[in-house]
């Protein structure tokens, strides 16, 4: 149980990143992008080929994943920055649709290293220090939160900016930030640029901890399972991203091990009804608290005013 509860919060740690980048994109900007999960595609694939093909070190590997993620965010931005929102909700399902179709179509290295193989054998960092595998899942474990709290707080402290009040200005529509002389398209391209980036973190993370990637790990159903997460826990809350993710996360994890204790349900059955439960989590929040658990805190600046007495 322990070994599952240290693999549970590591997986959350992961999907907790990825939240939190939608978030910026979602939460903040009021970007519907239907394609979020090809950063963590490319995260993970792009690791993968600097560790393996070119013999990086890690750490390269997860910087260069994070650079080519934020980058393929500002040019999928590029564009359909000026499309009303449900034409960029669709054409960034396209796009994320045509990089897993040219990964799943695409030898790397050898013929049976990409394309439908996958990629197998990603080194763990500092795997050969460890004895024992229980061992090595608490490392790795802090390395995700390490890199979780660094995102946490990076993603808190950037919406605080006057950047950050500038895309909820976008959120709002493109009159307000126009009218204080924003750039709209450039806010935009910037925040698909800072999700991207964070998304392509959480995917290397997560091709380092699997040590196996393939194109069927990336389906569209992954991205609204990250939709799922941020609007459960509140879009624009960071701390209810996080709360969206452990809950979404336990439910489509610990009900695996259902299926050994409910002998006339099988397993294929039971991953559905698992998908069930999520959908009706999420049609009930959004009926009864439209704005999550913990909804985006308002500021209020009448009160605070009175209370400094001017």
């Given at each position: 149980m322990i070994d599952f509860l240290v693999y549970l919060f590591t997986i959350i740690?992961?999907?907790?990143?990825?939240?939190?980048?939608?978030?910026v994109q979602f939460g903040f900007t009021g970007l519907v992008n239907l394609g979020h999960i090809v950063f963590f595609m490319l995260g993970a694939y792009v690791s993968a080929i600097l560790v393996i093909l070119a013999g990086m070190p890690f750490l390269v590997g997860v910087l260069g994943a994070t650079v080519a993620a934020g980058l393929f965010g500002g040019l999928m931005a590029l564009p359909t920055a000026q499309l009303q929102q449900d034409y960029w909700a669709i054409s960034t399902l396209a796009a994320a649709e045509i990089v897993r179709i040219f990964f799943l179509n695409t030898t790397l290295g050898g013929p049976y290293i990409g394309a439908s193989f996958g990629i197998s054998g990603i080194p763990q960092p500092l795997r050969d220090a460890f004895a024992?595998?229980?061992?090595?899942?608490?490392?790795?474990?802090?390395?995700?939160?390490?890199?979780?709290?660094?995102?946490?707080?990076?993603?808190?402290?950037?919406?605080?900016?006057?950047?950050?009040?500038?895309?909820?200005?976008?959120?709002?529509?493109?009159?307000?930030?126009?009218?204080?002389?924003?750039?709209?398209?450039?806010l935009r391209v910037r925040a698909m640029i800072v999700g991207g980036a964070l998304g392509g973190l959480a995917g290397a993370l997560f091709a380092h901890f699997n040590a196996y990637i393939a194109p069927n790990y990336f389906l569209p159903l992954e991205t609204f399972i990250v939709w799922a997460m941020v609007i459960l826990g509140g879009a624009g809350n960071h701390k209810g991203v996080l709360v969206g993710a452990v809950v979404i996360e336990a439910l489509y994890n610990s009900t695996r091990f259902l299926a050994a204790h409910v002998g006339f349900i099988d397993p294929g059955t039971l991953a559905s009804l698992r998908m069930i439960v999520i959908g009706l989590l999420i049609t009930g929040v959004v009926m009864y608290m439209p704005r999550g658990l913990?909804?985006?805190?308002?500021?209020?600046?009448?009160?605070?005013?009175?209370?400094?007495?001017?």
């Open positions: 740690g992961i999907w907790g990143i990825l939240a939190l980048s939608l978030n024992s595998p229980a061992a090595y899942g608490w490392f790795y474990f802090a390395i995700v939160a390490v890199a979780l709290a660094g995102s946490y707080f990076f993603v808190r402290w950037l919406t605080a900016t006057p950047f950050g009040r500038a895309l909820k200005a976008i959120r709002e529509g493109d009159e307000v930030p126009l009218a204080l002389g924003k750039d709209a398209r450039s913990m909804p985006e805190p308002r500021r209020r600046y009448g009160a605070r005013n009175a209370a400094d007495g001017r």
